[in-house]
C-alpha cells in the first residue's frame, strides 16, 4: 500500500516539475518580449524596485512550507535567469557577435592579413616629429619584414600644452614614406570631418581610446571604406568595447580591429593595467580580430617585451608597439618607446615565440 502510495506521489511531483518548467518557459518569453521594448525605447533593463515589489508580493501570499527568505532566494535566480537571457537575446543582435558570424573576420592590409591565425606587428613613433624619424623606423620595420607602420599625427593629449601633433603634414610624411618602403600606414583620426580626407593617407584609421565613446566619430569611421582600428577605452567594459564597435559596423563598415590597450585601476607600477583576459573573450564573443598594445598598457620600455609575450600565447592577432630612434628627445612619451636596438632584439624574440608556438605539439 505504501508502495503503491509513493509511486502515486513521485507521478505527481513528475507532473508538477513539468507544469513548472512549461511555467518558467513562458515566463522567460514573456520576458523577451518586455527585454525588447526596452531596446526600442532605451530603458534599462535591470529595474531593482520593480524587482523589489514582486518580490514583496510574492513572499506576502507564501503560506509555507518554504521560508519566506527561501522563497525570495528561488525567485531571484529566476529574475537573475530572466535577466541574463534579455542580455544572451542583445548579444546575438550584435553584428560584431560570434552568435551572429561564427566564422573569424579577416582584414586585408595591402596584402597584410590581419585574424588569420598568423600574428602582425603594427609599429612605428608615438609621434610623428619629422620625415627622417620616421624613415629611421621604416628602414629598420623593412628589414624586419613588417608592413604595418603606426604614428600619431592627430595627438589628443591630458595636457593642452603638450605637443599635439603635426596634422595633416604629419600625414603626409607617414604616406610618403609608405609609399617608399611599401608599408601600410595606421594613425588616428579625432575629428569626424576629417575622416574623409584622411582615407587619402591611410590604410587603416585608428580610433583612440579617449575616443572610443565619441559617437559621432564612430559613426563617420563606419562610413568610411578603410579598415578600422579601435581601441578600448581607458574605463571601458568589454560590453562598451563591443558596443563602440557596434556603432561602425552598424554603418556598414565591418573591416575593424579591436585593440587591447590597458585599462585605468588604482595600480600605479604601470601606466594602465593590460587586460590580458580580454583577448580570449573577445575572441569569444566576437569574429573581430584583436592585437594588444603593450606600449600603452604597460607605459615601461622594460615590460614591452614579456607584455607581447603573453599578448602571442594567449592567442592575439597582433601587437602594437611604439618604436623612436631616440626615445630620450622624444615629443610625446618618452619612458615606453624602444630605441632601433632594443626593437630589433624585441623582434627576434617574438619571432622565436612565433615559431615555437606554431611548431608546438599539443598536449593529449
Not at 13 to 24: A, M, Q, R, S, V
Not at 320 to 336: C, N, R
Amino acid at each position: 500500500m505504501s508502495g503503491n502510495k509513493m509511486d502515486q506521489h513521485r507521478e505527481e511531483l513528475d507532473t508538477l516539475n513539468l507544469e513548472l518548467l512549461e511555467l518558467i518557459n513562458k515566463r522567460a518569453a514573456l520576458v523577451q518580449e518586455i527585454g525588447k521594448i526596452k531596446v526600442k525605447q532605451g530603458m534599462k533593463k535591470f529595474d531593482p524596485i520593480r524587482e523589489r515589489e514582486m518580490l514583496n508580493s510574492i513572499v506576502r501570499k507564501n503560506d509555507g512550507p518554504f521560508e519566506d527568505s527561501t522563497i525570495e532566494h528561488i525567485f531571484k535566480e529566476i529574475f537573475k535567469a530572466s535577466l541574463e537571457l534579455q542580455e544572451d537575446d542583445h548579444r546575438k543582435a550584435l553584428l560584431v557577435s560570434r552568435k551572429r558570424k561564427p566564422e573569424d573576420t579577416v582584414i586585408s592590409v595591402k596584402g597584410t592579413a590581419i585574424g588569420n591565425g598568423s600574428p602582425q606587428y603594427v609599429m612605428g613613433p608615438c609621434s610623428v616629429e619629422s620625415y627622417e624619424q620616421v624613415e629611421h623606423v621604416a628602414k629598420a620595420m623593412k628589414q624586419k619584414g613588417l608592413k604595418l607602420l603606426r604614428g600619431g599625427a592627430f595627438k589628443p593629449r591630458t595636457s593642452p600644452y603638450d605637443f599635439q601633433g603635426l596634422g595633416f603634414e604629419g600625414l603626409q610624411i607617414l604616406k610618403d614614406i609608405a609609399d617608399k618602403y611599401d608599408l601600410a600606414v595606421i594613425s588616428e583620426i579625432v575629428n569626424p570631418a576629417h575622416i574623409e580626407e584622411a582615407e587619402q593617407y591611410l590604410d587603416v584609421i585608428q580610433i583612440g581610446a579617449r575616443n572610443m565613446q565619441n559617437f559621432e566619430l564612430l559613426k563617420a569611421a563606419g562610413k568610411a571604406t578603410k579598415p578600422i582600428l579601435l581601441k578600448r577605452g581607458m574605463s571601458a567594459t568589454i560590453e562598451e568595447f563591443m558596443k563602440a564597435a557596434e556603432y561602425i559596423i552598424s554603418q556598414g563598415n565591418e573591416q575593424i580591429i579591436l585593440c587591447e590597450r590597458g585599462i585605468r585601476t588604482y595600480e600605479k607600477a604601470t601606466r594602465n593595467t593590460l587586460d590580458i583576459s580580454a583577448v580570449p573573450i573577445l575572441k569569444q564573443e566576437t569574429h573581430l580580430p584583436i592585437i594588444v598594445d603593450v606600449t600603452h598598457s604597460t607605459g615601461r620600455r622594460d615590460l614591452l617585451l614579456p607584455a607581447a609575450k603573453a599578448a602571442l600565447a594567449i592567442g592575439a592577432d597582433g601587437v602594437m608597439a611604439e618604436v623612436h630612434p631616440d626615445p630620450a628627445v622624444a615629443l610625446s612619451d618618452s619612458a615606453q618607446q624602444m630605441d632601433i636596438p632594443m626593437f630589433d632584439h624585441f623582434m627576434e624574440e617574438l619571432k622565436d615565440l612565433q615559431n615555437r608556438i606554431r611548431t608546438e605539439v599539443p598536449v593529449r
